[in-house]
DNA sequence: GCCGTTTTCGGCCCGACTGTTTTCAGTCG
């Protein structure tokens, strides 16, 4: 619904630009959408209490009256009027790189673009040259990113884009004169997708700039972009996870990657603003603007009375730049990690510890060769003692999960028999590690699971997870999770929507009541850490915190590499504000087993 | 259309780049 409403109120914002209303009208629509999106809980939940609307930033009377409207009905009048006048191909259209509300407007108005195609036919006969302002190359640039749309130019994965960035970093950091090199934008700040790679280097002369253009230019597919303080360059995906080298053709995806080359004293600004987010940034201005200070990507300036230009263009000696400690510090606000850099409420919040990578000591969902995971039980439970975990959760797939191998009784009790013989070999050899003998149990389509309760009794630990029937409505599959989460035995709901990433929405349960019951029966909901799941997804953890719900963050480990996905779990519960005492894998092994044991008395 | 440590009216972030201009509009982040 969040999602559905959203886009709404994106559409209206769009079509009053296309209509030349006011832009600040335009940009209310355009933020209301955001917060709506951002929205922990469902709005349906929310819009009857009008109170609760009108505290939203953003959120005024008309647009409260609308929420109100779209939850009653199921759509907007203003939207339906607005369609009537603006051609639905119009926003497509709005939606090309390098094409504004300005140029389809007019391409509209004088020329009958209405979609995707009658502006190809536009630029393809030259009609569009008759624009002022298009000449050849603005032709060419459209043409480029039509081009550019076709061939699928959607937004990257985090899990795909951040080793291509960690490997150019590492590159970059050994150009000699540059001091420091740093991933930014939403990369940085754990957004689960990305559009591009921007990267920033801290270098000591002009010379070093070169040297870090030049280094970037060379190997990659295809140079887009080259001056003296920015590059932008395509890298091939495919060599990914290859040697980073050589000239031959690349065919396959590519992703942008722009390189910004800026002097230590406005590194930190320059961090700061191209990490963004954008709305953060704006609310970080305004903020310095209150105080007589100008917030740009070169530093954070004084008021000097002058407004001729840029403050460093006329002398004006920041107060800060260096670093974007020191200029949350100027600004009076805390440092805000870049995980919740979104406007979400982060500037006036009393932040909390937010977890770490570090917090993490348990893995409590992980298959091994007994289903479908690559490792054997000893060298599952061998990588987990490495990696410093006090406890792994083996938890391999349910009866139902035929593709999957999924284990029938009899199998899960020989599993347990092997469980306890090398827990024995373990403390021979003076290994500490609890192995918890589970499972993962496939949440069937009316929320009974796939063993009889005397066979997951006798388990240590119980993750529920819905795996098919994915497409239920929202009453059908909250009814569905609700079973589950009540289920005694349980301990955590495994990727409890079933969503992938680009792929495949999955449910849409009433989270607010899930959440309520997992609180009431002391269940985790997890974090499935892979990148193509991230699921729950950021929002729901902040609401799922606040409401108190225990969280899991597991690797839903199949081989050795998955591990370390753990990374893309945790950002995704810092950008949920997530604190290390809600996180059962944060817990020390004894909080653990109490917490595990629990289930069982 | 929203909002208030000057304001319930009059503001609403800041700068760079690009291509097309002969001083700047449009787009982007």
């Known amino acids: 619904m969040n999602e559905r409403l959203a886009a709404k109120f994106e559409e209206i914002g769009q079509m009053l630009e296309l209509l030349g209303a006011n832009k600040f009208r ?110 050849a190359k603005s032709v060419e640039r459209i043409k480029a990113s039509l081009k550019f749309l076709e061939s699928g130019g959607s937004r990257l994965p985090i899990g795909v884009a951040m080793p291509v960035a960690e490997r150019l970093v590492a590159m970059l950091r050994e150009v000699e004169g540059v001091a420091q090199a740093e991933f930014a934008g939403s990369l940085r700040r754990g957004v689960e997708t990305i559009g591009d790679i921007d990267i920033l280097a801290c270098v000591e002369n002009d010379e070093a700039a070169a040297r870090a253009h030049k280094a970037l230019r060379e190997g990659v597919v295809d140079v887009v972009g080259s001056g003296e303080t920015k590059t932008s360059v395509r890298v091939s995906l495919e060599r990914n996870f290859g040697r980073w080298k050589g000239h031959e053709e690349a065919t396959g995806p590519t992703v942008q990657v722009d390189l910004r080359t800026v002097p230590g004293e406005s590194f930190g600004a320059a961090l700061m603003y191209f990490t963004g987010s954008k709305a953060h940034n704006v609310a970080l201005r305004e903020r310095a603007q209150k105080q007589k200070l100008t917030l740009n990507e070169y530093g954070l300036f004084p008021d000097d009375g002058k407004s001729e230009g840029s403050p460093q263009s006329r002398g004006v000696k920041p107060v800060a730049g260096k670093t974007e400690g020191e200029i949350y510090k100027k600004l009076g606000v805390a440092v805000v990690p870049p995980e919740l850099r979104e406007d979400r409420g982060e500037l006036d919040a009393d932040l909390p510890g937010v977890i770490e990578l570090e917090d993490i000591k348990a893995e409590l969902h992980a298959h091994t060769t007994e289903s479908d995971g690559e490792m054997a039980l000893a060298e599952l439970v061998r990588r987990a003692h490495e990696r410093g975990f006090h406890t792994i959760a083996v938890t391999d797939h349910s009866k139902s999960a035929t593709v999957a191998n999924g284990l029938s009784p009899e199998r899960l009790k020989k599993q347990r028999a092997e469980i306890e013989r090398l827990h024995e070999q373990l403390d021979a050899d003076g290994v500490e590690i609890d192995v918890l003998c589970g499972s993962e149990v496939d949440i069937l389509a009316d929320g009974s699971l796939d063993y009889d309760d005397d066979v997951l009794a006798a388990l240590d630990f119980i993750v529920a997870s819905p795996h098919a029937a994915l497409s239920q409505d929202t009453k059908t599959a909250t009814k569905r999770l609700l079973r589950a989460i009540e289920h005694p035995l349980v301990h955590v709901i495994g990727h409890p929507t079933g969503r992938l990433i680009g792929r495949r929405a999955g449910l849409e349960p009433a989270m607010g009541e899930l959440f309520a019951a997992a609180k009431e029966h002391d269940v985790a909901l997890e974090i499935n850490a892979h990148w193509m799941r991230l699921d729950l997804r950021d929002t729901h953890v902040r609401a799922a915190g606040e409401a108190g719900v225990k969280i899991a963050i597991d690797c839903d480990v199949h081989a050795p590499a998955d591990f370390d996905n753990l990374r893309y779990g945790v950002l995704t519960a810092r950008r949920g504000w997530l604190p290390k005492d809600l996180c059962v894998n944060a817990m020390t092994r004894a909080q653990l087993r109490a917490w595990v044991r629990s289930k069982r008395s």
């Open 26 to 135: 335009v940009i209310a629509h355009e933020k209301a959408a955001r917060v709506i999106r951002d929205l922990p809980g469902d709005v349906g939940e929310l819009a009857s209490d009008r109170e609760r609307l009108l505290a939203l930033d953003g959120i005024g009377a008309k647009q409260a009256d609308k929420i109100a409207e779209f939850v009653e009905t199921g759509d907007i009048g203003e939207h339906a009027e607005l369609r009537a006048k603006v051609p639905a191909g119009l926003l497509d259209v709005l939606s090309v790189p390098g094409v504004g509300p300005k140029t389809v407007k007019a391409m509209w108005e004088q020329l009958g673009v209405t979609d995707l195609a009658s502006l190809q036919r536009a630029l393809d006969d030259g009609s569009v040259t008759q624009l002022p302002r298009m000449g």
